[in-house]
């Protein structure tokens, strides 16, 4: 492994810890990053580590439980190298219903039965949980080892350690093409022209993925916005992170309340809107009325790479070698870093990944 060439188009939280790793054992790696490392979907999102809940299948169950069981030492490693605490709770997620359907629907988010770590509330139970909650609820879910990290200082933290461990970081600049003759990669194109000769591309580049030329096929990737709101919080209002179905609610230890978040496809457009920002309002405000009084920090919005069936890209593209893929993480990109990080170092140095990457190739999408 020592030496080999691997350039990661893309310098958020995925292409960021990917570089750490490979850096770690000994590559030459090149992060291409068009902006700051990790100012993308990465620093837009709210840092929620709920690993049953939005698992559209058994692998993806698998993929998110492997990582999420990751994060303590994840975060433990990155203060090692970095210094940085990523500040991670693990104080647990509580999702209300307010109708019998509506605890039927958020049964089903974990299958036929619930896992031992997941646990049905009364309304009664509901506020003798988190007495500041007010609403006329038909029962809650209750998962207790699900929980947050503060995902800037996380990115923050990751791009420190890949420079650590000697990874290279070319901002200002984007992947544009690859280059593939018959024995596999050959080299990359920038977007500013410059050519940079490979062994491994790491293809990262969040929703912008699609737009890199020279692939078997362009990547099913698309766009998915997501606005978000910050409000202040002093003394804490929750616990807990606090959802229901139209939004979730994430206290930070500083007393920062994040209020999360629209799903919309409208392209690139990063603009907050005042339906957005409202809608995630007044939905806070209903569920946690302490809130209403409560200023307002900061609005944002960011996109989130989405795929048709909601799981990622991961792996290496059986008609290229050399090219590999770590995209499409949808609205789990922060809690699948940890493992999505071991599993593609893995595959590039050329071991066997613990997860079977079949799933989530970027073949399943052309028949």
Known sequence: ????????????????????????????????????????????????????FETPNAAMRDLTSRSSARYPHFVDELRDVSGIDCELQLGGKLDVAYTADGLHALRAHYGDTLPESVRELSAEEIRDVEPSIRGDFAGALLSENDGSVDNRKLT????????????????????????????????????????????AVIVCAGAWSSSIRGLPQPLPVFPVRGQMVALEAIPKVATRIVADPACYIIPRSDGRVLVGSTVEHVGFDTRTTAAGIAHLLNTATRLIPALAGAPVLEMWAGVRPGTADDLPILGEDPRAPGVYYATGHFRNGILLAPITADVIADVVCGLNPEVDLRPFTAGRFHG
């Open 1 to 52: 492994m020592s030496g080999k060439r691997v350039v990661i188009a893309g310098g958020g939280l995925i292409g960021c810890a990917i570089a750490w790793r490979l850096a770690a054992r000994g590559a030459h790696v090149h992060v291409v990053e068009s902006a700051r490392p990790g100012m993308g979907a990465s620093w837009a999102a709210a840092g929620m580590l709920a690993p049953l």
């Open 156 to 199: 923050r933290a990751v791009w420190v350690a890949a420079g650590n461990a000697g990874a290279e970081f070319t901002t200002g600049s984007s992947v544009r093409e690859v280059l593939c003759s018959r024995g596999g990669l050959d080299s990359v194109v920038l977007s500013t022209g410059e050519r940079l000769g490979a062994d």
